[in-house]
């Protein structure tokens, strides 16, 4: 619209000085709309550009000389801005990832279910000794560790929790199977046991207190459930 | 004139004219307040930064190229202005009167013939490093110049009017290995402590410690005396720890018999292995 | 160099995600560059592309293909930014910032710094024969013009300054060994601190306050910076 009346205007000037070129005007298009804070309207691009220039012209090839490019001009409301291609967005984000070790709490949880899948909530407080808060199973099925299984077929059907594929892949593990038993653990020293050796002695209070209450059996039922 | 022409200061510094920032905070307030006045004295020779620049100005009444410009000329034009403010009763400031000063040092010893006694900088040399500085200030007011004129960003250069953050996000990854899930589970089936293997060195007596025993206690051993008497206290009853400890005491006799600090016998297999230090 | 370096890490990590084709990158580079208002180093943009890709073979592509259009690709020290091309400031009124008109003393002081740096105060005030009041190093500093370099290594070891890249990219200069005339002046020997031959007299009790350790020469590190 505006541009006919531009036009118009221009005639009634005469034609003192011509238009410059298309290829120019583009060129001076492309530069008001990088500089300018906020998308310009054809109407503001006239206002600026020489008389008897034709916005609306230049924007269209400019849009299609930005076309797939990095930057692509895009109608916004009444005016014309430059934006990041859409597939190029992530570029405009960083994201600083931090680590942070997995809590007692969940690692425990997380080695309970590892060790007895499909194992159910109850299941694992009672293994645990302490309840489970919903938090801490939510917690490793955002991270994609354990999901929900099928429901046992006992009463009240409560839900199972199974390791998933990402969990093996991230323990560099081929089955859950393959996790090492306890007896096994423990025959290849990586255990604490009551030494027998006769070099044992010097084990402080600190260490008693946590190790007195050594257990007798560690049980054969490992992987009962498979 | 009798001072020697190094001790002329001519180009005594004079503060630019930038009201309110002559804040140097050990300066005097007297101090300040003579600084201000100079100042305002300066504004009086119609605003010429220093005498340097009154010269630069004087020296363009010459239209010659500055290369070329007659020192003792513009020498004259100096002394002819300072004249003429003191007509006019304008207070000058201290540096311009030393310059004047300077300058008509300088005048008399262009004008006179050189003088083989005399020690230091020619007059012509003088003259020289005037011409030199006074092209040097024309040339970066030039370079300031063009560079003020350049397409400068913000006025004829311009950067994107709306630039795209970056989005800054914070994702968390928890880390557990292996290890971690086992010492869990052990933990939690066993109220085992599971832990990393580590070799036990608890009933073993090192080498290094033996060192460092032998050593302080060979100095004592003037006489042959029986290894088994350097094993630390307590390390005798346990077999075990015995063997230990006599092993890493004999092998540090025999690291200081290599040093020569020792010297050990034995009567024959399985007696007793004596030492005693060695005698100088 | 960090190319080189991103490129092993790269093997090293197998080739699992080969680097994409030149002419992605070229478009990543041109979002980059386009969403930022300030230059940017070919390191930080490697920084946020995908693995093995080498930002600075795309940039030069990019340079290419922007040569001549309304907005053009800048080099500015170690950085490069788009701004908009020099002969269509006319059209940009309406973007001009205000910037503080600056003194004679600041504009003289700014190019004695370009042409002199690295450069104390006291060689400064002996080319302009007057003081420099803080205020003047304190104005160009805060315009992120100016800012201080290394200690001199002369007794008193004072303080020299020289110009930044936020300098370069104001005036539109690749380098400092771009600044005009600057080959000239030096031929001409007006960036020695003392033409040939015998010196004359200089400082003065006065300078020596700031200054007295009037150092010998402008030594040859010009632009050690760059």
């Known amino acids: 619209m505006e541009d006919a009346e531009d036009k118009v205007e221009d005639e009634t000037q005469g034609s003192s000085f011509p238009p410059p070129p298309l290829e120019a005007q583009e060129r001076m298009v492309e530069a008001l709309l990088f500089a300018s804070a906020e998308p310009l309207s054809v109407r503001a691009m006239a206002e600026r550009l020489p008389r008897g220039c034709d916005p609306a012209e230049a924007v269209r090839a400019l849009a299609a000389r930005y076309s797939g490019r990095g930057v692509v001009l895009e109608r916004v409301g009444e005016g014309w801005a430059f934006r990041t291609a859409p597939d190029l967005s992530f570029l405009m984000q960083t994201e600083t990832v931090e680590t942070r070790r997995l809590s007692r709490a969940a690692t425990e949880t997380l080695a309970i279910i590892a060790y007895h899948q499909p194992v159910t909530r109850a299941e694992i407080e009672e293994i645990r000794g302490v309840a489970v808060s919903r938090g801490t199973l939510d917690q490793l099925i955002e991270m994609g560790w354990v999901r929900v299984g099928r429901r046992r077929q006992t009463p009240g059907r409560p839900a199972t929790f199974v390791v998933t594929e990402g969990f093996l892949d991230h323990f560099g593990l081929e089955s859950a199977r393959d996790l090492p038993g306890l007896s096994e653990l423990r025959a290849a020293g990586l255990l604490e046991s009551r030494p027998d050796g006769p070099l044992a002695p010097l084990a402080s209070a600190a260490e008693e207190e946590d190790t007195g209450e050594e257990t007798g059996a560690i049980d054969g039922d490992l992987f009962e459930d498979d | ?280």
């Open chain 2, 1 to 280: 004139m009798t001072r020697p022409p190094a001790d002329v200061p001519h180009l005594r510094p004079v503060p630019d004219t930038d009201p309110g920032r002559d804040d140097d905070a050990a300066r005097q307030l007297a101090d300040v307040a003579t600084r201000r006045a100079e100042e305002a004295l300066i504004v009086d020779v119609d605003g010429f930064e220093g005498p340097l620049d009154l010269l630069l100005m004087l020296s363009r009444t010459q239209k010659v190229d500055l290369m070329k410009i007659s020192i003792l000329r513009l020498a004259e034009q100096y002394l002819a202005f300072v004249e003429q403010a003191r007509r006019l009763r304008i207070e000058l400031a201290a540096d311009y009167l030393v310059m004047a000063a300077w300058l008509a040092f300088l005048k008399s010893r262009l004008l006179l013939p050189p003088d083989p006694e005399d020690e230091g900088p020619s007059a012509e040399d003088m003259a020289a490093h005037l011409a030199f500085q006074l092209e040097r200030l024309q040339a970066m007011r030039q370079a300031a110049s063009r560079l003020m004129g350049r397409d400068r960003l913000g006025q004829s250069r311009f950067q994107r009017g709306a630039p795209e953050a970056v989005a800054r996000s914070r994702r968390t990854e928890y880390q557990a290995g292996l290890i971690d899930l086992m010492r869990a589970y052990a933990r939690v089936k066993t109220k085992d402590e599971f832990r990393p293997y580590a070799f036990d060195r608890d009933g073993v007596f090192t080498m290094e410690q033996a060192l460092d025993r032998v050593r302080k206690l060979i100095g004592f051993a003037g006489d042959w005396t029986d290894l088994a008497d350097f094993l630390p206290d307590g390390w005798s009853a346990d077999p075990a720890r015995r063997r230990s400890a006599t092993a890493a005491t004999f092998a540090a006799t025999l690291e200081l018999a290599r040093e020569g600090k020792l010297e050990l016998q034995q009567d024959g297999t399985f007696s007793p292995i004596t030492i005693r230090r060695k005698p100088h």
